[in-house]
Each structure stands twice: as C-alpha cells, then as structure tokens.
C-alpha cells in the first residue's frame, strides 16, 4: 500500500455555512494530509474555499494504486459534503488528482 495525497476540486452553488464547513472538515479528519510529510511541509489544509466559490479537497488515501486513491478520495469528499447537506448538485466536483505520494 502507498499513502497518496489526493485533491478534488469543486464548487459550491450555494452558500457554505460555518456549520457546514465544521460538518465537511470534521468528516474529513481521518483523511487530513497533514499526517503525511508532503501535507506538513506543504502546510496543505483539508478544504480550501475561494472567494469564487471554488473549492479543494485534499485527502491522505492508502492504496494500491493511483486510480484506486483517486477513486476512494472523491467518495470521502462527496459523502463529506452530503453529510453536511451539499447534494452532487449543490457542490460539484471535479475530477481527482495525485498531488503527492509519501512512502
């Protein structure tokens, strides 16, 4: 297995409460690529949100492959947004990339 850091870019159309960003940011603790040496060095944060709206979701995924990280990443994030009220429609995502690998 090999530890990836995953970012999943997105957008919301609706406004992004305070709660809500709790609700997303506290889903996705387990998965906080701070652990890793990429995500400490980088100083990278769970979620990132624009003044456009746009968003990013970066993940630490353990995985046998990229696509199987990639894959495993955007399920956490979108299940993350449902939990804290966001449908697919509400916030979008984007297609998921391989940002580092930390092994």
């Given at each position: 297995?090999?530890?990836?850091?995953?970012?999943?870019?997105?957008?919301?159309?609706?406004?992004?409460?305070d709660g809500a960003r709790?609700?997303?940011?506290e889903t996705l603790r387990p998965a906080d690529p701070q652990q890793t040496s990429l995500g400490r060095l980088e100083d990278l944060d769970?979620?990132?949100?624009?003044?456009n709206s746009t968003f990013?979701?970066?993940?630490?995924?353990?995985?046998?492959?990229?696509?199987s990280a990639e894959a495993q990443a955007k399920e956490a994030a979108a299940?993350?947004?449902s939990r804290a009220g966001f449908t697919e429609d509400d916030a979008p995502l984007g297609p998921a990339a391989v940002t580092g690998i930390d092994v």
């Amino acid at each position: 297995m090999t530890t990836y850091v995953i970012t999943i870019p997105g957008t919301f159309l609706r406004e992004l409460s305070d709660g809500a960003r709790a609700e997303v940011e506290e889903t996705l603790r387990p998965a906080d690529p701070q652990q890793t040496s990429l995500g400490r060095l980088e100083d990278l944060d769970i979620l990132t949100v624009n003044e456009n709206s746009t968003f990013s979701i970066r993940l630490e995924v353990e995985a046998d492959d990229s696509g199987s990280a990639e894959a495993q990443a955007k399920e956490a994030a979108a299940a993350a947004l449902s939990r804290a009220g966001f449908t697919e429609d509400d916030a979008p995502l984007g297609p998921a990339a391989v940002t580092g690998i930390d092994v």
